[in-house]
């Protein structure tokens, strides 16, 4: 299925042999919208291809990443979904939709361009964080033909304790459904954007304009949509295919940088990624990583090392 249209291939933000193009999707209440699809081919021509999606507050930046799918002979892509990257426009309300269902589109259009304009027959989704809710969403409907699926520490579940569980999701979809673009108060404190960025305590480069250190605010409607997504995935989903899903091994919430920032997720609550990665389809398999972050693949050295190792291991046991 493909709903876009597409504007040509460009050279990228980061640089050839990146190149990109925009695809126009039906407006919203908003106005215009689109979104963005990246690619990186393998050195040698290849019917293997992977598609990949991000998470909140973020876009495609982690080069490392696509030229490790290279490096195997799988040609790379990555979408960066509507009001997010490559994708935000000046009208949008940054990240906001009121239903996950909202970013299918998309996918069905760089699926559809990966599949049938660039003849891929083998293809591998990946995706992190709330990439991941949703690209389980998108499988489980859409039936694709996939030969596995890689997820980095997808979002699973909502973190916090009883209360945000009960009567503070009962909140959220009640106002979500009223006041959709309210923002609810929260404090961030930037630890995990810092941990990550080149100009504060990490070792990757990426645009503060589309991904903010201190992310961006989170509406009602948004996160009513993300509890229903949770709702969706706990009752049981069937993606059709083998699935690795990776975490760090623990998770901490620092009040401060620290080892603490680097070692440890802390955005997502790593034993509820663990409790609900089986809800995902019939044929999971589940790593934990030591000392990884929230995005295993911008960990330190070390764990990074090992999340590709274990990347590796899956793809040739179950995939290649």
């Known amino acids: ?64 990443y696509a030229e490790w799918w290279n490096a195997r002979g799988y040609d790379f892509y990555a979408v960066d979904l509507r009001k997010y990257g490559r994708s935000l426009l000046p009208h949008q309300t940054p990240n906001f939709v009121t239903d996950l269902r909202e970013h299918f589109p998309e996918i069905d259009a760089a699926f559809h361009r990966v599949v049938h304009r660039d003849h891929h027959d083998h293809v591998v989704m990946s995706a992190h964080s709330t990439g991941g809710l949703i690209t389980s969403l998108w499988a489980n409907e859409r039936r694709p033909a996939i030969a596995g699926m890689a997820l980095n520490s997808p979002w699973l579940d909502m973190q ?25 108060p929260r404090t961030v404190g930037g630890h995990y954007g810092r941990s990550l960025h080149i100009e504060h305590d990490g070792e990757w480069t990426f645009n503060t304009d589309w991904k903010p250190l201190d992310s961006f605010p989170v509406t009602f409607g948004w996160m009513r949509a993300i509890r229903r997504g949770h709702d969706e995935l706990q009752s049981g989903l069937d993606v059709g295919c083998p699935v690795l899903v990776m975490s760090s ?20 609550e790593v034993p509820q990624i663990r409790q609900w990665a089986t809800a995902i389809g019939a044929h999971v398999t589940y790593v934990a990583i030591p000392g990884a972050r929230h995005d295993v693949v911008l960990s330190r050295a070390e764990p990074r090392e090992q999340a590709y190792a274990e990347m590796g291991r899956w793809l040739a046991t179950y995939v290649g």
């Not at 209360?163 to 999701?169: E, K, N, P, S, Y």
């Open 1 to 64: 299925m493909s709903s876009g249209v597409f504007d040509g291939l460009v050279p990228d933000v980061l640089g050839e042999p990146y190149l990109a193009e925009t695809i126009t999707l039906p407006p919203d209440d908003e106005g215009p919208v689109v979104a963005t699809l990246v690619v990186r081919r393998a050195e040698k021509p290849t019917n293997r291809a992977v598609l990949h999606v991000h998470g909140f507050c973020d876009y495609f930046f982690q080069t490392d």
């Open 160 to 184: 916090g304790g009883a209360l945000i569980h009960g009567i503070g999701t009962t909140v959220i979809k009640q106002i979500g459904a009223r006041q959709p673009k309210r923002v609810i």
């Open 249 to 268: 091994a623990g998770t901490r919430w620092p009040k401060e940088m620290g080892e603490d920032a680097h070692g440890y997720d802390i955005v997502l």
